[in-house]
């Protein structure tokens, strides 16, 4: 099919323009990144921001599979001689991949079914007979007894066609399309306990015996369903009324009158019960599923986002402690640019003598180093580890802050982490990631696989290639939205800029020891392996702190140093006066620089650039401080304490309030007004305040709420 055809369905379905759907796929194709096509070229675009890119993208590419899929059936059609000129038009007008296999499916090689052994026997001109109602069923089926052929008896012959009858049924595209519709518009999700499976279910209990509507079912609920039957707690069906059905199917497969309907009514109804039903139930699963990962990897996506563009405290010189009780909290230094200056155990929350021996280290330590923050891990022994640190009245100046450590054991048992500490036992590295997540979050993240962060749910049931996807975006788009600093960023943080990846950025680093800092963004091209291309997508992202050129540590892109230098010159001064002076920015008329290839949107965003240049875009830090709660026992109904989000579901948001059990904000209480979405009123790492509804100990739960908190 003509790449035309998949763009007019793409712009349909995405509701953009076709020649902003072209665009976006010749300049994918040319081998643009999302994060370089939505910054860099807006005018091609017409301004599509990357979550409308990435939309297009993966149109284009399931709308290319779903040609691969037609020609693939097409050339099975040619194989074996089926091919019929209606049947290929059939075939080239189907727009989805069910509309596709429901043509595909009366000639799809198939195992032996009830209806190919009755064929084999001899029994279709007796289906088909039936059919017609032209016959006396019983007295046509006498015809076809035959005792070699396994056909004993006319029971046996009416039995046969009706099997052959079932599967045209269950076959037929007009059913199909037609119990399809119904499934989708009026099937119920019935959900209900395996025997002898109550207590080792108990998780599972909401759904003992549920039903609702697939139509409107939440992903959420979809998804903790399908994790309980393949657990084999829950046993699961997904039908619309049977009757219903049944009447549909008469409406829509021609049932004669007389003693032929009646064969052809029982027929109708085993296809409905045996094949078709069950199909259509596989089928509208497997739609729920993808619309419940949907949901899932987005709110997982969104999480992530928050939590990879939260704010940094910046270049620091940080003590880090990974709390541990029984074995001690393991403390490291780092200097301003996250290297190790020392690491030691010391036991804070130990016994006395222990404890006052802590209280001396650390109290050197910050003096000796010139500490400006502690960094306590808010894992087993963080919140007791943070009260002792606070009592060891330090200078005002240092704030003592609980980082998020989710994922860090990840990072130190990793072959990155052995890569930059071969000599480090792995239960220090884990303190030095707390210590530079909170220097800063993005650049220590994108060392930890997402599904190690620990801010989505359902990240194993839900389809791991969409979810890798999906995630692997958002750190591309968080670290390009930010920008890097070629002369300081790791291997890791360089592979997820636009147009790079782990062996030109293993490269740049090597070409960075090798050489000493990169002093243009020119110098790029000296690089191993990279080329015009990766340089044209890469050096917008790349930031060149006080280089040769004043432009090289901004986002303005190579390609257009010439039109600032234009401007400079026709304002009568310098690149640097452009950065300088704000008056002389005001007096530049950017309708004079609009030509083909450069618009208005590209232009405004370069005078952004001059006026804050590489600036970044991530909030300032805000320290933060739990209530003097450090317990489930220590909340009570009422009381109104300040917390953080630790995650954003569908049904509401969890807070950390400081007691090592997450609490739950529903929905419902979110606002003293109606949300649909979550997303609307909170974020991952969000501050907020939030009041005590219950405290569930046995269970473990905690209800909170943030009305009339706001």
Not at 181 to 201: C, H, N, Y
Not at 235 to 244: M, T
Not at 489 to 504: C, M, R
Not at 631 to 658: E, K, Q, S, W, Y
């Amino acid at each position: 099919m003509p790449e035309s055809d998949i763009f007019k369905r793409v712009s349909k379905a995405a509701a953009i323009p076709e020649t902003q759907v072209r665009s976006v796929a010749e300049l994918l194709d040319e081998g643009g990144t999302v994060p370089f096509i939505a910054r860099y070229r807006k005018e091609r675009t017409g301004g599509l921001d990357e979550v409308a890119i990435q939309n297009v993208r993966d149109a284009l590419e399931a709308g290319r599979e779903l040609d691969k899929r037609r020609e693939s059936i097409l050339g099975s059609l040619r194989e074996r001689d089926l091919l019929s000129a209606d049947l290929e038009q059939a075939v080239l007008r189907t727009a989805t991949l069910a509309e596709l296999e429901d043509v595909y499916l009366p000639y799809r090689p198939k195992k032996r079914t009830r209806a190919t052994m009755a064929r084999e026997r001899g029994l279709e001109p007796l289906a088909l007979a039936i059919l017609a109602a032209k016959v006396d069923p019983l007295a046509e089926a006498a015809g076809f007894v035959n005792a070699e052929l396994d056909v004993p008896d006319v029971q046996a012959a009416l039995a046969g066609a009706r099997d052959i009858i079932a599967e045209q049924v269950s076959e037929d595209r007009r059913c199909r399309e037609g119990m399809r519709r119904l499934f989708a518009a009026k099937g119920v999700i019935a959900s209900s306990v395996r025997k002898g499976k109550d207590e080792a279910g108990e998780k599972y209990r909401d759904y003992f015996d549920w039903r609702e509507t697939a139509r409107t079912a939440a992903g959420h609920r979809i998804l903790a369903m399908l994790r309980g039957e393949r657990e084999k707690i829950l046993s699961l069906s997904l039908r619309p009324d049977q009757d219903e059905a049944l009447a549909g199917l008469g409406r829509l497969f021609p049932i004669p009158t007389g003693p032929c309907g009646a064969i052809v009514q029982e027929a109708v109804a085993d296809g409905y019960s045996r094949l078709l039903a069950p199909s259509l139930e596989t089928e509208l699963w497997g739609e729920l599923k993808v619309k419940a990962d949907a949901e899932a990897i987005g709110v997982f996506a969104a999480n992530l986002r928050e939590l990879l563009l939260a704010p940094p405290l910046g270049p620091r010189r940080i003590l880090a402690l990974d709390p541990g009780l029984r074995t001690g909290a393991k403390l490291v230094c780092l200097d301003e640019q996250g290297n190790l200056l020392h690491w030691q155990t010391i036991f804070p929350v130990g016994g006395k003598g222990q404890a006052e021996e802590a209280g001396r280290v650390i109290t050197s330590l910050v003096k000796t180093h010139s500490v400006q923050a502690v960094a306590v891990g808010n894992g087993t022994g963080g919140r007791e580890t943070e009260t002792f640190v606070r009592g060891l009245n330090l200078p005002a100046q240092v704030d003592i802050i609980l980082v998020n450590e989710s994922g860090a054991s990840v990072y130190s048992a990793s072959e990155i982490a052995r890569r930059e500490f071969p000599d480090l036992d792995l239960t220090y590295r884990g303190a030095v990631s707390i210590g530079r997540r909170l220097m800063d979050p993005l650049a220590e993240l994108v060392k930890i696989d997402p599904k190690s962060i620990g801010v989505g749910q359902y990240q194993h049931d839900v389809d791991q290639t969409a979810l890798k996807k999906s995630l692997d975006d958002v750190v591309v788009s968080c670290v390009n939205q930010v920008g890097v600093d070629v002369n300081t960023a790791s291997p890791e943080l360089l592979a997820h800029v636009s147009g790079l990846g782990p062996v030109l950025a293993a490269n740049m680093v090597e070409h960075r020891r090798e050489n000493g800092p990169f002093v243009d963004r020119k110098g790029l091209l000296k690089v191993k392996r990279l080329g015009p291309k990766a340089f044209e997508q890469c050096a917008g992202f790349l930031r060149i702190r006080d280089g040769k050129n004043p432009l090289d540590g901004s986002a303005i892109h190579p390609e257009r140093y010439a039109l600032v230098g234009r401007m400079a010159k026709d304002a009568g001064c310098g690149v640097a006066d452009l950065l300088r002076d704000v008056s002389v920015r005001k007096g530049i008329e950017l309708g004079r620089y609009v030509d083909a290839e450069v618009g208005l949107p590209t232009l405004r965003d370069i005078m952004a650039e001059l006026e804050k240049p590489g600036r970044d875009p991530r909030p300032a830090f805000q320290v933060f401080r739990f209530a003097d709660v450090h317990d489930m026992a220590d909340l009570h109904p009422g009381m109104t304490v300040p917390g953080i989000v630790t995650n954003v579901t569908r049904f509401g948001a969890f807070v950390d309030v400081g007691v090592h059990q997450d609490g739950l904000v529903h929905i419902s209480n979110l606002a003293d007004r109606y949300v649909s979405d979550p997303g609307e009123v909170v974020r991952a790492g969000q501050q907020v305040q939030v009041t005590v509804l219950e405290v569930d100990a046995k269970r473990r739960r905690i209800g909170l709420s943030m009305r009339g908190t706001a």
